[in-house]
């Protein structure tokens, strides 16, 4: 966001290559950390609703905070080495990002050099944390519904899926644009640079901006403050 806004407000079109490096690291390193979140929260609505008497039991403070420490951890190990594989580099092309902020994918493609290590190396990093964790997502969604529909009454049904609308409106509205810009920079170099420009935008800014809105909805004190807010 401060360089987006410098971009507006200052016209500041420039970063060196070391704040480039840092910003690359901590905006990869947060995406696999709030995948990692996404998917804690998918296996907290699983367990409540496939499992309720257990749900105590399971998901203690300890265990919770152990699992958080070693997604945290999983995300800053696998993306530490990325600042340094395109740090090796020598840049010799027009250095002309596609977006207004620094991404491994779009960085490594301005290096006068073989990028086929970081290539396969920035794949496998998207497979084990966002491949891997949509899948499980993706599994964990599948045994929810298979419970659910097992449950004779349509009323127990539906109010069973309705705790897990704001879950599934947060995993899509993160991962779409995420699969998107990946498919973008990865196999379509013929695409429009404005699409490009404006998937970087929704997938920066959307998710941050509309998370509060889709939870917020679902509290009944929420959504009465701000109903009273606008129509004061």
Same mark, same amino acid.
């Given at each position: 966001?401060?360089?987006?806004?410098?971009?507006?407000?200052?016209?500041?079109?420039e &970063?060196s290559?070391?704040?480039?490096?840092?910003?690359?690291?901590?905006i990869?390193?947060?995406?696999?950390? #709030?995948?990692?979140?996404? =998917?804690?929260?998918?296996?907290?609505?699983?367990? %409540?609703?496939?499992n309720?008497?257990?749900?105590?039991?399971?998901?203690t403070?300890p265990?919770?905070?152990?699992?958080? =420490?070693?997604?945290?951890?999983?995300g800053?190990? =696998?993306?530490?080495?990325?600042?340094?594989?395109?740090?090796?580099?020598?840049?010799?092309?027009?250095?002309v990002l596609?977006?207004?902020?620094?991404?491994?994918?779009?960085?490594?493609?301005? %290096?006068?050099?073989?990028?086929?290590?970081?290539?396969?190396?920035?794949l496998?990093? %998207?497979?084990?944390?966002?491949?891997?964790?949509?899948?499980l997502?993706?599994?964990?969604?599948?045994?929810?519904?298979?419970?659910?529909?097992?449950?004779?009454?349509?009323?127990?049904?539906?109010t %069973?899926l309705?705790?897990?609308?704001?879950?599934?409106?947060?995993v899509?509205?993160?991962?779409?644009? #995420?699969?998107?810009?990946?498919?973008?920079?990865?196999?379509?170099?013929?695409?429009?640079?404005? =699409?490009?420009?404006?998937?970087?935008y929704v997938?920066?800014?959307?998710?941050?901006? &509309?998370?509060?809105?889709?939870?917020?909805?679902?509290?009944?004190?929420?959504?009465?403050?701000?109903?009273?807010?606008?129509?004061?």
């Amino acid at each position: 966001m401060p360089t987006i806004l410098g971009i507006f407000w200052f016209n500041s079109r420039e &970063i060196s290559l070391n704040a480039c490096f840092a910003q690359l690291f901590f905006i990869h390193s947060l995406q696999c950390i #709030e995948s990692s979140v996404l =998917l804690l929260m998918a296996f907290d609505r699983f367990i %409540a609703i496939c499992n309720p008497l257990r749900y105590a039991s399971i998901l203690t403070l300890p265990r919770i905070a152990k699992t958080g =420490l070693v997604f945290v951890l999983r995300g800053v190990a =696998l993306i530490f080495p990325l600042p340094f594989l395109v740090k090796r580099f020598r840049y010799c092309r027009a250095n002309v990002l596609s977006h207004s902020y620094c991404l491994h994918q779009d960085v490594m493609k301005m %290096a006068c050099a073989d990028i086929t290590v970081n290539n396969i190396y920035g794949l496998s990093v %998207a497979l084990l944390t966002m491949g891997l964790d949509s899948l499980l997502i993706l599994l964990s969604y599948v045994m929810i519904l298979k419970t659910v529909l097992s449950i004779a009454s349509s009323m127990e049904c539906l109010t %069973a899926l309705n705790t897990c609308v704001s879950h599934l409106c947060a995993v899509l509205i993160f991962y779409i644009p #995420e699969i998107g810009l990946a498919l973008i920079h990865r196999f379509g170099n013929s695409s429009s640079h404005f =699409l490009q420009i404006l998937l970087g935008y929704v997938y920066m800014m959307i998710p941050p901006l &509309i998370n509060p809105i889709v939870y917020s909805v679902k509290s009944k004190h929420l959504r009465a403050r701000i109903i009273r807010a606008f129509v004061k």
